[in-house]
């Protein structure tokens, strides 16, 4: 009787959990893996929709071919820059999130609202928003104009990179108006190091500078990669992608090929900081035994 009973209890736990993650399950399936699958299907056809039905016409690789080789110019004259405006935004993000994240966490009169007012963006901020801030020519620095920074920029740097630090610095407010969640990952973290360690290096004569390199860095590490995969995500989906843009076309084969190359250099990118995030622990890995 008890063996039946707890097989009966078992049985019961197991099937509370399954009601309580159907519902994720369902959504999965509905909308994350069928438009997935679904545009892979499409990537291979030529789609022509008619009054009466969609019309499918197999093409092979030629959609993929037509990207890469024979049209390059649509995806590597806007892809390339925006890799480079990436690879400057990335770091600027999390550096300027770690140092306000740290702020935030000292004890000053005001401080709840200072926490608000840079979390506020993300929630009334759109991505139409930003874009039409962008389109504005909002969010530039003034400084830029005021010590002539583009034509320096057009002298003396490389044009392949002239242009996406004239887009990042023309957007740099805005950037980091919209770090807001990076500022939040990394409060928690930093609340999550234990104060009685931060007093034992304050009463062994450790100055804040050696305190930050060898315990808050260290401690933040994991932190770290987390933003590092939300700032990769939330940059590769920006309003200003310029490659986000050219998805959302009528030629469903041709859209649905250009997603799939897109989604695969996404995901080496998330791999690639995998990777850097991986040596980076490693090399830490001292400073928190």
């Given at each position: 009787m008890k063996l039946?009973?707890k097989i009966?209890t078992?049985?019961?736990r197991k099937?509370?959990?399954?009601m309580?993650?159907?519902?994720w399950?369902f ?10 699958g679904y545009s892979?299907?499409m990537s291979?056809y030529?789609?022509?929709?008619t009054?009466?039905s ?7 690789l030629?959609n993929y071919?037509?990207i890469v080789?024979s ?6 004259n ?9 690879a400057?935004?990335?770091?600027i993000?999390?550096?300027?999130s770690l140092?306000?994240a740290?702020?935030?966490?000292v004890?000053?009169?005001g ?8 979390f506020?963006?993300?929630i ?17 620095l003034m400084v830029?104009?005021a010590l002539?920074i583009?034509?320096?920029l057009?002298d003396?740097v490389p ?7 004239q887009?990042v610095l023309g ?5 980091l108006?919209y770090?807001g ?11 999550t190091l ?7 290096a304050?009463i062994d004569g450790?100055?804040p500078w050696?305190?930050f ?14 933003n590092?995969?939300?700032?990769v995500?939330d940059?590769?989906t920006?309003p200003?992608?310029?490659i986000?843009?050219k998805v959302?076309t009528t ?6 090929a250009?997603a ?8 080496l990118f998330v791999?690639l900081?995998?990777?850097?995030y991986d040596r980076?622990?490693k090399a830490?890995?001292?400073?928190r035994?």
């Amino acid at each position: 009787m008890k063996l039946a009973d707890k097989i009966s209890t078992s049985t019961l736990r197991k099937l509370e959990g399954s009601m309580f993650i159907a519902p994720w399950i369902f959504g999965f399936f509905a909308f994350v893996a069928y438009p997935l699958g679904y545009s892979l299907y499409m990537s291979f056809y030529q789609v022509r929709i008619t009054v009466n039905s969609v019309v499918y016409t197999y093409v092979g690789l030629r959609n993929y071919k037509e990207i890469v080789v024979s049209n390059g110019s649509l995806l590597y004259n806007d892809l390339l820059p925006f890799l480079r405006e990436a690879a400057m935004m990335i770091p600027i993000i999390l550096v300027f999130s770690l140092l306000v994240a740290i702020l935030l966490n000292v004890r000053f009169r005001g401080r709840t609202l200072f926490r608000i007012l840079f979390f506020l963006p993300v929630i009334f901020s759109s991505g139409q928003i930003v874009q039409e801030f962008i389109n504005q020519g909002e969010g530039s620095l003034m400084v830029m104009k005021a010590l002539k920074i583009d034509d320096y920029l057009r002298d003396y740097v490389p044009g392949a990179w002239a242009k996406p630090i004239q887009t990042v610095l023309g957007s740099f407010v805005l950037v980091l108006w919209y770090s807001g969640v990076q500022i939040l990952i990394f409060l928690a973290g930093r609340q999550t190091l234990p104060a009685a360690t931060y007093e034992a290096a304050r009463i062994d004569g450790s100055t804040p500078w050696n305190t930050f390199w060898k315990i808050t860095l260290p401690g933040l590490v994991p932190y770290m990669f987390l933003n590092l995969m939300y700032t990769v995500v939330d940059l590769f989906t920006f309003p200003s992608n310029p490659i986000v843009s050219k998805v959302n076309t009528t030629n469903y084969g041709s859209s649905s090929a250009l997603a799939w190359i897109y989604f695969t250099i996404v995901l080496l990118f998330v791999g690639l900081a995998m990777l850097l995030y991986d040596r980076v622990d490693k090399a830490l890995a001292g400073s928190r035994t």
